[in-house]
């Protein structure tokens, strides 16, 4: 564990009827920030940082069983000393964007269900920030059907319109079998468009 000092600012608001959102102003200051390195498969520590952003969280309820969620981030990290021969002060993978906008349904009925889509901006892969990864967006959707006081059937469908994003990017040097090292981006595929169905029970 390293020293980590923060601070944060806000302020909640429910003026208006069903409406409650709250904005929060951070920072962070971080001793040493962990690292993926590739050649390794595994983290290290790194230099002294600095992250400061802005949240926004928010969440409506126009009428009786019917709920909208929506929360947005902007965040800005920083090395605050690096090393000589290291080519910027960006930190690899950190967030600079991140949104998320959901509904939901429960009326007490034997049916509810919601949709959910998330927003991952790109973000810097090196420390020159000459590298971004591309940015995310993906919707799950859910449908349940209660069966009795005790019993429900769920279908979720992850990835709904199967685009095709990256859970995970990185950028570092790789020697692939019978090639020369190189540095390139190395990702791994979001799922494709898939379902899920589901049936809980209570004893």
């Known amino acids: 564990?390293?020293?980590?000092?923060?601070?944060?600012?806000?302020?909640?608001?429910?003026?208006?009827?069903?409406?409650?959102?709250?904005?929060?102003?951070?920072?962070?200051?971080?001793?040493?920030?962990?690292?993926?390195?590739?050649d390794a498969g595994t983290t290290e520590a790194r230099f002294p940082s600095r992250r400061r952003g802005i949240e926004w969280a928010n969440n409506w309820t126009p009428l009786a069983g019917l709920s909208v969620d929506a929360d947005f981030s902007v965040s800005r990290?920083?090395?605050?000393?690096?090393?000589?021969?290291?080519?910027?002060?960006?930190?690899?993978?950190?967030?600079?964007?991140?949104?998320?906008?959901?509904?939901?349904?429960?009326?007490?009925?034997?049916?509810?269900?919601?949709?959910?889509?998330r927003y991952v901006g790109p973000r810097p892969l090196i420390e020159d920030n000459s590298v971004r990864s591309k940015a995310s967006l993906t919707t799950n959707l859910r449908v349940s059907r209660r069966l009795g006081a005790k019993a429900e059937l769920t279908l979720d469908v992850f990835n709904l319109l199967d685009r095709k994003v990256n859970d995970i990017q990185y950028f570092y040097e790789s020697r692939p079998s019978g090639l020369d090292a190189a540095e390139d981006r190395h990702v791994h595929p979001a799922e494709p468009r898939s379902a899920r169905l589901s049936l809980r029970v209570q004893f």
Do not use: M
């Not at 069903?18 to 920030?33: K, R, T, V, Y």
């Not at 920083?78 to 429960?106: C, F, K």
């Open 1 to 38: 564990l390293v020293r980590t000092k923060g601070s944060e600012i806000g302020v909640r608001s429910a003026l208006l009827p069903g409406l409650h959102s709250s904005l929060a102003l951070w920072q962070l200051d971080i001793a040493s920030e962990l690292v993926f390195t590739g």
């Open 77 to 117: 990290a920083r090395y605050t000393a690096v090393d000589a021969g290291v080519p910027g002060n960006r930190i690899p993978g950190a967030l600079e964007q991140v949104a998320s906008v959901g509904v939901a349904w429960d009326a007490g009925g034997p049916w509810s269900g919601g949709a959910r889509l």
